[in-house]
């Protein structure tokens, strides 16, 4: 019988938080413009969601300032020869008490993903990533398996 195991710690822990980002921006604002964390933090959070929506509703492509690359949705063929290759359906796989793998038959067997083209000059730059956060790859997955949406990504 198949019975999955407890959810474990977040993989990544973050170096910087909004905090810290926040108290750079108190001592190198102008005090006239200075806002509340709350205010900076929902700045933050509005700017981010529209960029993650234009990248998902619209296939647009979000070039990174100070030269480090793009960030954009990335389509690919999915491998169906290499079981590790293939992603677990972990719902039904709980339901039939079997492994079940997603197929992607919604997207033609296509699979999608958030890609950063990693370039510019800073060195070490492949020891950096990007990783969506829930929400935004929820949102990725409501307009995939939309019916009318018509939309094409790139490969």
């Not at 030269?67 to 063929?77: A, E, M």
Request: hydrophobic share 30%; net charge positive; charged share 35%.
């Amino acid at each position: 019988m198949f019975k999955p195991g407890k959810r474990g710690k977040r993989k990544l822990i973050a170096d910087y938080t909004l905090k810290d980002v926040y108290e750079v921006y108190k001592e190198s604002s102008i005090p006239q413009l200075l806002v509340s964390f709350k205010t900076f933090k929902n700045i933050c959070k509005d700017f981010n969601y529209q960029i993650i929506e234009d990248l998902v509703k619209n296939n647009k492509t979000f070039k990174i300032p100070s030269r480090l690359g793009n960030l954009r949705i990335k389509k690919s063929k999915m491998n169906y020869n290499d079981k590790n290759k293939l992603k677990v359906d972990w719902k039904s796989s709980r339901e039939e008490n079997k492994l079940v793998y997603h197929l992607n038959d919604h997207t033609d067997g296509y699979k999608y993903r958030f890609w950063w083209e990693k370039r510019g000059p800073i060195q070490n730059l492949s020891a950096y990533s990007f990783t969506p956060i829930r929400m935004h790859k929820r949102m990725l997955s409501e307009v995939l398996k939309d019916k009318n949406n018509n939309i094409d990504y790139f490969m």
